[in-house]
């Protein structure tokens, strides 16, 4: 029986709403036995531990990160042609993507970006084009990071796991290979026209693929480097980054808000035989405050003033 012939069947949305939710409760239930196993007062006494100067560097990382990224759709300006200002540009990223990682990509990243572009003035077809051209800026930094990371650099896997570093280096390598055809690509067909269904993509000239490529790899080792200042060296820095990168992948593949318990997860899996864990577990907390709570007040904030300076420009148009 086809996915569609199932779709029209009236009990289908409810075995689908209680598959959904039946997850998401196993989650909740993985976490709660979790987080009975962990010393709660030693997670708190690592926190407290971190010196000023070290929340200070890492904050400043987690700062220049999201400025790099509220860059991204600077490069979708470019290509459309549209007039709004860099300022409003990078402010509308800045917000889009402090609730992309906080409410996941759908609300976030998506609609968030329709709903005050659209207000700005931009049409759907431009707003579509800048997007896409944004994620695909930050999944190409992936390809190559985590490419370099696995494949030069593969991690220390915990003694217990039944796999080598081989199979890391071979995904490595595919994952760099990729980058490279679309630089290829770019530098081949620039200009060329891909139409896939009702949406097209230009490929754009070699130039604009490299700025996107140093931009995207900036800011992934940018993140790396907030969690690798908040460990104070205690694991080398590529490692921390290519668990990261696994971490996000995990994250994305899992839907889960935030990577709630995804992101510790994976990290608790992979760095605690070198970290003790309730010091592992009190740097991640201090890194989603820092990284995910501290930029979602400010983008909320932000966001009340842009809705509020659109219905005054509004009222005193009409």
């Not at 909740?28 to 010196?51: G, H, K, S, T, Y």
């Not at 220049?64 to 759709?73: K, L, P, R, V």
């Not at 979708?76 to 889009?96: K, W």
């Not at 995804?262 to 864990?277: K, M, T």
């Amino acid at each position: 029986m086809s996915t569609m012939s199932l779709a029209h069947r009236p009990w289908w949305p409810w075995v689908r709403r209680i598959a959904v939710w039946g997850f998401f409760g196993l989650i909740a239930w993985l976490l709660v036995n979790q987080a009975r196993a962990i010393d709660w007062q030693e997670v708190f006494d690592a926190m407290r531990a971190l010196p000023a100067s070290t929340l200070l560097l890492a904050g400043a990382l987690a700062a220049g990160s999201f400025a790099t990224y509220s860059t991204y759709d600077l490069l979708g300006r470019y290509l459309t042609r549209h007039r709004l200002r860099a300022a409003s540009v990078m402010g509308v990223t800045f917000i889009s993507y402090a609730f992309n990682l906080n409410l996941g990509s759908l609300v976030g990243g998506v609609a968030f970006r329709y709903r005050l572009y659209s207000r700005l003035g931009l049409s759907n077809d431009t707003i579509t084009r800048v997007l896409g051209f944004s994620m695909l800026t930050n999944w190409l930094g992936y390809l190559v990071v985590a490419g370099a990371a696995f494949c030069f650099w593969p991690m220390v896997l915990p003694d217990e796991w039944k796999i080598d570093n081989g199979g890391l280096r071979v995904l490595g390598a595919v994952l760099l290979l990729l980058a490279a055809a679309y630089l290829v690509l770019c530098a081949f067909a620039n200009g060329r026209v891909f139409r896939i269904r009702q949406y097209r993509f230009k490929v754009p000239a070699l130039r604009m693929a490299l700025l996107q490529l140093a931009m995207s790899c900036l800011n992934w080792s940018l993140i790396g480097g907030v969690i690798w200042v908040l460990l104070q060296g205690q694991v080398a820095y590529h490692q921390v980054l290519a668990v990261l990168l696994v971490a996000a992948v995990a994250g994305v593949v899992t839907h889960v808000p935030a990577g709630l318990g995804v992101l510790e997860a994976v990290f608790i899996a992979l760095l605690s035989h070198q970290v003790p864990q309730g010091k592992l577990l009190g740097v991640l907390l201090v890194y989603r405050g820092l990284y995910y709570l501290l930029p979602l007040a400010v983008a909320t904030v932000a966001y009340f003033v842009t809705e509020l300076r659109t219905r005054r420009l509004r009222t005193t148009t009409r």
